[in-house]
């Protein structure tokens, strides 16, 4: 791969022979304007739009077949107020930003931090954590599901070769968010990544100047390695907080799998939260407000809510985005 | 500086880290070893009962056996003739190869403005791309299904797959990232020789962003051929139309308890995935910490 040099003495600098000064900065702009436009529309059409347009729908009555009709506060008067099930599916994502999260980032850590040890087969571990994350969600579940099925799954098989008489995971209540938690652990192998990178990046020499300080390796970790990864880790928390907020699609393909249910279209809605609500995210019940019972407004009035509590975490994160962007400090 | 030792300094490559030889005893190595394998054993092990139950009947794997016998590959048959499996993946094909090819059109060129030419509010496109990036999904979902909906083009994978035509945040925040690790020097350069700026693009960015452009690419293959959300809210209407992710999902409920069937299909709907990481592993690995941001 080599970038080849102009053959030719270009055609609008003879054009203009001796010209002196920068040239006209003019083709730039219009060569600019023209190569933004259709991520600008993107913006706006998928982005702008929707966002003022939820606003609005949330205070209407909309089914999609009639035209939308203003009712003022009510779907927020209902959400807060009578909703049977918001506050389930509410607490239901709370409960995997808090737990989901830090054990992911927790775990990652840990493993990143023994393969930045590990001299040999380095690449051999990095890959063999780092592929569950590859695998799609959907075959993930699936396959967990599967692995802690009650009665035929190989974790019971095993336990019960320990005497261990085994829980029923997906199919209980109580264990069915903790089942997901073991899932969230094995696919996080992502975050490994990143953690690995910045650990590899801390400079040799702040260890060896700690060394000769007479640090220990405990001493190292907090005082050198620590600082150097913490705008990685705040950055991994912020994103993966934002992810839990929409977790979505392991919370529904588990309900759906270890119910056993048919699971089709419109069905999808009568096997979210299996087992007894326990798997009921917020995004998921805003799916079944609105795009399996059709009350588009009263979903728009859910997402508003995401919106809004998703924000503060994005503000946390754009006031961090000097990270992403050294030149736009100013 | 020849091009691969560009690459080499501007990619994020991981490097060799030359540690300090300390006085680590013996017995920590060990005991360091030890976990990697504990956690390699656990971390593999889901992937081989999956493979295993694989091969099994449909009774034995009530039985809770774990090696199959007799070993079935007729399961991965089955999967064939009796579902529209070639269909899925077919529709699968078609999301994510279109959905990447409309994404690179659009994206690349956007993503080069913004990380090489002074353009007005730059920040507030930048601010405006990370917001729309991170941003739940289902924040937007009511006010663009009813969009589609008027289109007639719910019921269809269309919806997904259009809007790449109009950039994607990920891949544009991505590709921005991997831009600016090109010297404007180059840049310049070709400005000087009297390239027009397109060819500036096509002919000295673009050939040096190509690790970036292979990683945003990849992702966003994945991002398609992984999709559940996406299907189950515009497709799951018509089966003619399922994605073979989402059509796993459905799978079991639809086919009661034959897990050796169903564990079949998740095999098969994993291969193509870990094929295409092993062939690009190192765009991989790059894009990912590039998109991880060092601090």
């Not at chain 1, 040239?23 to 706006?44: Q, Y």
């Not at chain 1, 073991?182 to 040799?204: Q, R």
Request: net charge positive; with cysteine.
């Amino acid at each position: 791969m080599t970038i080849a040099p102009p053959r030719r003495a270009p055609g609008r600098a003879a054009a203009l022979p001796g010209s002196p000064g920068p040239r006209s900065r003019k083709p730039r702009r219009v060569f600019a304007a023209v190569m933004l436009t259709p991520a600008l529309l993107g913006l706006v059409i998928f982005f702008v739009y929707p966002l003022i347009a939820s606003v609005y729908f949330s205070f209407t009555r909309y089914d999609l077949v009639s035209d939308p009709e203003w009712i003022g506060w009510r779907n927020y008067e209902y959400l807060f107020t009578k909703d049977p099930k918001v506050w389930t599916a509410a607490l239901n994502t709370l409960w995997f930003v808090v737990f989901l999260t830090p054990t992911k980032i927790v775990t990652a850590l840990c493993v990143a931090g023994l393969l930045a040890r590990a001299k040999r087969a380095a690449g051999f571990w990095r890959t063999l954590f780092y592929l569950p994350a590859l695998v799609p969600p959907v075959a993930s579940v699936v396959s967990f599901v599967f692995l802690f099925n009650p009665g035929t799954g190989p974790v019971n098989q095993i336990l019960s070769f320990f005497g261990i008489d085994g829980p029923l995971w997906f199919n209980d209540p109580s264990l069915a968010k903790p089942s997901l938690l073991l899932l969230g652990i094995w696919v996080m192998g992502d975050i490994m990544v990143i953690f690995l990178a910045a650990l590899l990046d801390v400079p040799t020499e702040q260890y060896e100047a700690a060394s000769l300080d007479g640090a220990n390796g405990a001493q190292k970790v907090r005082y050198v390695t620590l600082p150097n990864i913490v705008p990685v880790l705040i950055f991994a928390l912020i994103t993966g907080i934002i992810a839990a907020l929409q977790y979505f699609t392991e919370a529904a393909v588990a309900s759906g799998v270890a119910s056993g249910k048919a699971t089709v279209g419109e069905g999808t809605g009568m096997t979210l939260g299996y087992p007894n609500g326990s798997l009921l995210t917020f995004t998921e019940w805003l799916y079944v407000r609105g795009f399996a019972n059709y009350q588009l407004g009263y979903a728009s009035a859910l997402a508003v809510l995401l919106f809004v509590v998703a924000a503060v975490f994005l503000v946390l994160l754009l006031r961090k985005v000097s990270a992403f962007n050294p030149e736009s400090r100013s | 500086m020849t091009m691969t030792e560009t690459r080499r300094l501007t990619a994020g490559d991981v490097p060799k880290r030359t540690r300090v030889r300390g006085r680590k005893s013996w017995l920590l190595w060990v005991a360091e070893n030890s976990i990697l394998c504990a956690l390699g054993v656990i971390f593999i092990a889901p992937v081989i009962f999956v493979f295993l139950t694989s091969l099994m009947s449909s009774d034995q794997t009530l039985t809770g056996a774990l090696l199959p016998d007799p070993w079935r590959w007729q399961n991965y048959a089955d999967a064939f003739t009796g579902t529209p499996l070639v269909r899925w993946f077919g529709n699968s094909a078609l999301y994510a190869v279109l959905a990447t090819v409309f994404m690179l059109l659009s994206s690349v060129p956007a993503a080069y403005v913004l990380a090489k030419i002074r353009i007005p509010f730059a920040n507030v496109i930048f601010v405006a791309i990370i917001v729309a990036m991170l941003l739940p999904p289902q924040v937007t979902a009511v006010p663009v299904y009813i969009m589609w909906a008027k289109l007639n083009l719910t019921g269809t994978l269309w919806p997904l797959i259009l809007p790449n035509l109009l950039g994607d945040a990920f891949s544009i925040f991505l590709l921005r990232q991997f831009f600016l690790t090109i010297p404007t020097e180059y840049i310049d350069a070709a400005r000087m020789d009297g390239c027009s700026e397109w060819k500036v693009l096509v002919r000295v960015a673009v050939p040096m962003a190509k690790p970036g452009i292979a990683a945003a690419g990849i992702f966003l293959f994945f991002k398609a051929w992984n999709d559940y959300f996406g299907p189950l809210l515009y497709a799951s209407e018509d089966p003619s139309w399922w994605p073979v992710s989402y059509a796993l999902a459905t799978f079991r409920g639809t086919h009661g308890t034959d897990w050796g069937l169903t564990m079949a299909l998740t095999m098969l709907v994993m291969v193509p995935v870990v094929i295409v990481f092993f062939f690009a592993q190192r765009t991989f690995v790059e894009g990912i910490t590039l998109s991880g941001v060092k601090g």
